[in-house]
């Protein structure tokens, strides 16, 4: 692919000044973090429980900060979204998610704290059983795989230094394991903690500056096309609900699982997730808002990163290196988490050995994640959206429906017509994808392909009315 424009130019000592004390404040945090496991018991410090869910102590403000840090490390593919699409990337994402949140929040909580379990996978254990299991971690696997994420630090450290994306990948990766393996999911939390504050406060300055420097956003009617303004974005109604479904995958995915798991209490949670979606709210109005001040700014820059040249561009010394460090802030935040989560997946669901399971188990499961995700990122030429609606698109057409009717209607499917729906989705989704068959069927995207495969098992098994354990 093209390089990127580079404005290192831009970056004066002040902005250097900044960057790097963000960047110390939280290696900082993650060392406190991990010295406050000297306070516990001794037969705890170095348990799984402590390792994967840090003990069960996650507090509220602790919750509210690595949840909404780890769900926001795309900003690439949402400022590209934005570019290109307008408000389209607000429903898309943020209205679709805002509404699966209040639905685990209200609906889900309460089922997953009845339940001491480690992962999302273990959870699906319990319900059907061993082979179950090992299945859902497979496509959480798929899921978690930090693709995404390490193409946007990528770009991102690439558009700061110039040279190749998949260098720039490889130095950026290699800090996140680094940090990854030093603290478990402690170091994630407490690294989230700072990378919250920062990155809150960069996609503020961001519409600050750009009001200041172009005008209110009312410039948007008459300098934008009006497909930007348009919550359709000019797309089909098809395409658009495929977003929606992607949404609804939250409530399979193994991040929320784990905070919600890692939480001192059931109310926690529940608080931790509402408090969360208000976050989400501003969050997105800030990027999107953003991301069009870019579009009008520079209407002919290369979308993947116009949002922070833009941004670069509009703000003054100092700000830029607080909003270099929050954009870096939100890319880390989630990086790490799902590299955290994918040898969790590795390690401790599909290696089913958790009675002998020891941290190194984790260790060695995260260094190989972190090399095939690198070599993954190269198939999708810095593409952050293919990325998602690629890998997260088996999570959310063939485990999404059998797993929530199996909450819903409990006890109605078997763990065979489980594992029959999942996999009968996966084939349909696949054969559509390999032979391109939404060109021939009309237009049908694989993703209804998925849906339509996992419900020929799963309706009949919902309607056999015969209870199992």
């Not at 429980?49 to 795309?74: D, I, K, N, Q, S």
Request: proline share 4%; net charge neutral; charged share 10%.
């Amino acid at each position: 692919m093209d390089q990127p424009s580079g404005f290192a130019f831009l970056i004066g000592p002040l902005d250097w000044i900044v960057f790097s004390a963000v960047l110390l404040i939280t290696f900082l945090a993650i060392w406190y973090g991990n010295s406050l496991k000297s306070k516990l018991p001794q037969k705890d410090q170095h348990s799984v429980l402590e390792l994967l869910l840090m003990g069960r102590r996650l507090t509220l403000p602790l919750f509210v900060a690595t949840l909404v840090a780890t769900w926001y490390g795309g900003i690439f593919g949402v400022t590209q979204l934005t570019y290109e699409k307008g408000i389209y990337n607000f429903l898309t994402q943020g209205v679709f998610w805002y509404i699966t949140y209040l639905f685990f929040a209200f609906y889900l909580v309460k089922k997953i704290r009845k339940h001491q379990v480690f992962t999302l996978a273990e959870f699906a254990g319990e319900e059907f059983g061993p082979r179950a299991e090992r299945l859902t971690a497979i496509l959480n696997f798929l899921n978690l795989l930090p693709v995404a994420y390490v193409i946007s630090l990528g770009l991102f450290l690439q558009a700061l230094f110039g040279g190749d994306l998949f260098m720039n990948s490889l130095i950026g990766l290699s800090f996140v394991t680094a940090w990854s393996l030093w603290g478990g999911f402690r170091a994630v939390v407490f690294s989230d903690l700072v990378q919250f504050s920062v990155m809150i406060i960069a996609v503020v300055l961001i519409v600050v500056c750009s009001w200041i420097e172009l005008g209110s956003p009312l410039i948007f009617q008459t300098s934008l096309p009006a497909s930007h303004l348009s919550f359709s974005g000019g797309e089909s109604l098809g395409t658009i609900l495929i977003w929606g479904f992607i949404a609804l995958s939250t409530l399979v995915d193994p991040n929320f699982y784990q905070r919600c798991l890692a939480a001192d209490s059931e109310q926690t949670a529940r608080r931790g997730i509402l408090i969360s979606t208000g976050v989400w709210v501003l969050f997105d109005l800030c990027t999107t808002v953003g991301a069009l001040y870019a579009r009008v700014a520079m209407p002919n820059a290369n979308p993947q990163n116009a949002y922070l040249v833009h941004a670069m561009n509009i703000t003054p010394p100092g700000v830029r290196g607080l909003i270099l460090a929050g954009i870096l802030a939100i890319i880390l935040s989630t990086l790490d988490s799902y590299l955290f989560n994918a040898a969790t997946c590795v390690s401790y669901d599909l290696f089913n050995n958790k009675i002998n399971f020891r941290p190194w188990h984790h260790h060695l499961a995260l260094i190989g994640v972190a090399i095939l995700s690198l070599f993954i990122s190269l198939q999708f030429s810095g593409n952050v959206v293919e990325v998602w609606q690629t890998l997260g698109g088996f999570s959310a057409a063939c485990l999404l429906f059998p797993f929530m009717c199996s909450q819903v209607f409990p006890k109605r499917l078997s763990e065979n017509s489980f594992i029959g729906a999942v996999l009968t989705g996966v084939f349909f989704m696949t054969v559509w994808g390999v032979f391109s068959l939404s060109q021939y069927v009309y237009g049908i995207d694989k993703f209804y392909a998925g849906l339509f495969g996992s419900s020929l098992v799963m309706i009949p098994a919902l309607l056999f009315k015969k209870n199992h354990k």
